[in-house]
Antibody, heavy 124, light 111 residues
Framework: EVQLVESGGGLVQPGGSLRLSCAASGFIFDDYAMHWVRQAPGKGLEWVSGISWNSGSIGYADSVKGRKGRFTISRDNAKNSLYLQMSSLRAEDTALYYC??????????????WGQGALVTVSS | QSVLTQPPSASGTPGQRVTISCSGSSSNIGSNYVSWYQQLPGTAPKLLIYRNNQRPSGVPDRFSGSKSGTSASLAISGLRSEDEADYYCAAWDDSLSGYWVFGGGTKLTVL
């Protein structure tokens, strides 16, 4: 059974940083791309970032790129884990952040399984 | 403002067939596969359709997907009360360096 468990969410002040983690199990982690998708309270889904099976292809939504790249996605295949380092956080980054498993090795293949999400609240 | 356009709401009575549309452009739906997700209240999204019209194992055949040009549709036949949920379409967009885009979501009400 595929399981994706996010952690690291919480309350952070504007301009602060936070690191999300996703522990994966029930499938061969390094065979699949992984993604972060967020959902602001009462709003729809927004893709944040994705990383291919071998970390060779990485993509970000414009909203998190910024001038210096506000968010950084990474993975550790030895630990079956996905990460999202978030910095220069803004109020509009407040959302439930889902970790999602890719349908294939590359970003273009989409996602099938989703975790339960980690809530990130950016507020002073 | 979502890149993919869905109607904000849809409704039907039990047993009825309803369709939800998703409109995009040549850089997303027009050149890539479409996926559909169901999100029940308070839960994570669930994959219903991938590659335009493929159902993952466990998804009832009451759910079907189709694509034509830059538009796609999700059809639900034999509507049931438990189908009341938010539905999202998604596709890869080839513009810029590539990214995933979602529709704004359609709230389906079973009357």
């Amino acid at each position: 059974e595929v399981q994706l468990v996010e952690s690291g969410g919480g309350l952070v002040q504007p301009g602060g940083s936070l690191r999300l983690s996703c522990a994966a199990s029930g499938f061969i982690f390094d065979d699949y791309a992984m993604h972060w998708v967020r959902q602001a309270p009462g709003k729809g889904l927004e893709w944040v970032s994705g990383i291919s099976w071998n970390s060779g292809s990485i993509g970000y939504a414009d909203s998190v790129k910024g001038r210096k790249g506000r968010f950084t996605i990474s993975r550790d295949n030895a630990k079956n884990s996905l990460y999202l380092q978030m910095s220069s956080l803004r109020a509009e980054d407040t959302a439930l952040y889902y970790c999602a498993k890719g349908l294939g090795q590359w970003l273009v293949s989409g996602v099938d399984y989703w975790g339960q999400g980690a809530l990130v609240t950016v507020s002073s | 403002q979502s890149v993919l356009t869905q109607p904000p709401s849809a409704s039907g009575t039990p047993g009825q067939r309803v369709t939800i549309s998703c409109s995009g452009s040549s850089s997303n739906i027009g050149s890539n596969y479409v996926s559909w997700y169901q999100q029940l209240p308070g839960t994570a999204p669930k994959l219903l359709i991938y590659r335009n019209n493929q159902r993952p194992s466990g998804v009832p055949d009451r759910f079907s997907g189709s694509k034509s040009g830059t538009s796609a549709s999700l059809a639900i036949s034999g509507l049931r009360s438990e189908d009341e949920a938010d539905y999202y379409c998604a596709a890869w967009d080839d513009s810029l360096s590539g990214y995933w885009v979602f529709g704004g979501g359609t709230k389906l009400t079973v009357l």
